[in-house]
């Protein structure tokens, strides 16, 4: 017998042995899973996340750390867990209840974004400027420098997180629908594109008629960077920047927030002094609250 015919009858041998040692007794059980799925634990914040943002407005305030939700363009590093408390306080009381009191009701139900991620860390562009917040198709508002946060400083606090909040949400109203042309036409031809962070001398933009340097980047961004600096602002510091922009940029400015005013009455029956007047109440009582609070009332 030759040496493939030999090993041709012990694979023929072994097949037999491995069949008839799969008896119906220690074979393969239907009923039982071979996948296991590891449970997750709620733990008293998750538990008070379910209560102020999942149950009222299905919201999912997103404080640990998920590579396929993070930007890998950036090297990010994870929210702390204490100041993810602190801040889903913050944005609760400040945005979502300022907004409660004035607009209709079931509006942050259906159009506030879904999701908003904490991330520990600052982002930066390859131009050196950085990135305050994302969103995303209306979906997610991504907000960075969690880690640095500081609730003794409420212009850091409008600067680096609320600001960069009401101008997503914005984005996402005038994206549902939209503001009138008209607004594009008032300072069509000063746009910057993407050289909006070295277009202008200091207050340069301002007295051109934009709120901000970002403002000039285009119509979308001016219009929302409106909003997002005149509720973060009190009617002072308004009347502050409007004299510096001069009579030229102020008249400009003026134009276009009759525009962002009308728009958000009309549109979305929301009266943007009374949006204002609410969070700058909130604001001036940040110190009262408890914002390291996971209790549950």
């Not at 012990?10 to 042995?17: D, P, Y």
């Not at 149950?55 to 867990?81: C, G, H, T, W």
């Not at 940029?249 to 009374?274: C, F, P």
Request: charge should be negative.
């Amino acid at each position: 017998m030759n040496k493939n015919r030999i090993t041709y009858w012990l694979m023929i041998a072994i097949i037999m042995v491995a069949v008839g040692a799969c008896t119906e007794e220690d074979g393969p059980n239907p009923d039982v899973s071979v996948i296991t799925v590891e449970s997750k634990t709620q733990n008293a914040f998750d538990k008070y996340l379910d209560e102020i943002y999942r149950k009222p407005y299905n919201i999912r305030f997103m404080y640990k750390m998920e590579d396929i939700e993070s930007d890998m363009d950036y090297q990010l590093v994870p929210a702390l867990y204490e100041n993810s408390i602190t801040m889903a306080n913050l944005v609760k009381y400040l945005c979502l209840d300022a907004y409660e009191e004035v607009a209709p009701d079931g509006f942050l139900e259906k159009y506030f974004p879904k999701m908003i991620m904490m991330v520990g860390s600052p982002a930066y562009r390859n131009n050196g400027t950085m990135v305050l917040g994302t969103a995303e198709g209306g979906l997610k508002i991504t907000l960075y420098n969690i880690n640095n946060l500081d609730v003794t400083n409420a212009a850091a606090l409008y600067e680096y997180y609320f600001r960069t909040i009401f101008h997503e949400f914005s984005h996402i109203l005038h994206q549902t629908k939209d503001y009138s042309t008209d607004f594009d036409k008032i300072s069509a031809t000063d746009y910057v594109g993407g050289s909006w962070d070295d277009a202008w001398a200091s207050g340069a933009s301002l007295e051109a008629g934009f709120i901000s340097d970002y403002s000039s980047k285009e119509t979308d961004e001016d219009f929302v960077e409106l909003i997002a600096h005149y509720i973060t602002n009190t009617e002072e510091s308004w009347a502050v920047k409007m004299e510096a922009a001069g009579e030229n940029g102020s008249a400009i400015i003026g134009e276009k927030m009759a525009i962002v005013k009308a728009y958000l009455k009309q549109v979305w029956d929301i009266d943007i002094d009374e949006l204002r007047a609410s969070i700058q109440m909130r604001g001036s009582k940040l110190g009262e609250q408890d914002l390291d609070k996971i209790t549950i009332e």
